[in-house]
């Protein structure tokens, strides 16, 4: 996967595990990453969510025949955290013909809950024009 030029290589996402069932990024807790108070921004932890989340869609479809595309994201911030890593690990909860359900829960190096999330992927036909 080539990730040069997206947002995951501007926040230096690294995909650790990638699999049907199971996505793992890393993404560090920096100067990119954090917010104005130097705490790791809430944004940025969506964006891994949502990137694992993705990731793991893509892996269940033809990518010839389908792209995949986020719907909804929702993130509760359980714990602050202000340098290190932290780990997004995204499991399907549902895998549909045209929608899948991700449960993203996002831990530190110490395997503390930071942040947990839920992702709907819209599944959509390739369309020729």
């Known amino acids: 996967m080539d990730l ?62 389908y792209n995949i595309f986020g719907v909804e994201i929702n993130a509760n911030h359980i714990k602050s955290k202000q340098n290190g890593w932290v780990i997004a690990r995204a499991k399907p909860v549902h895998i549909g013909r045209t929608t899948m359900v991700w449960q993203i829960d ?5 395997d503390q809950l930071i942040a947990t999330s839920r992702s709907t992927i819209g599944i959509v036909e390739k369309r020729n024009f």
Do not use: C
Not at 10 to 18: D, G, I, K, N, Y
Not at 106 to 110: A, N, V
């Open 4 to 65: 040069n030029g997206t947002l995951m290589q501007a926040l230096e996402m690294e995909v650790m595990v990638s699999q049907a069932d199971l996505v793992e990024i890393k993404m560090p807790v920096n100067e990119k990453t954090r917010q104005p108070i130097g705490y790791l921004h809430g944004g940025a932890s969506v964006a891994l969510a949502e990137s694992a989340a993705s990731i793991g869609a893509l892996l269940n479809v033809d990518a010839s025949k």
């Open 106 to 110: 996002i831990i530190d190096e110490s």
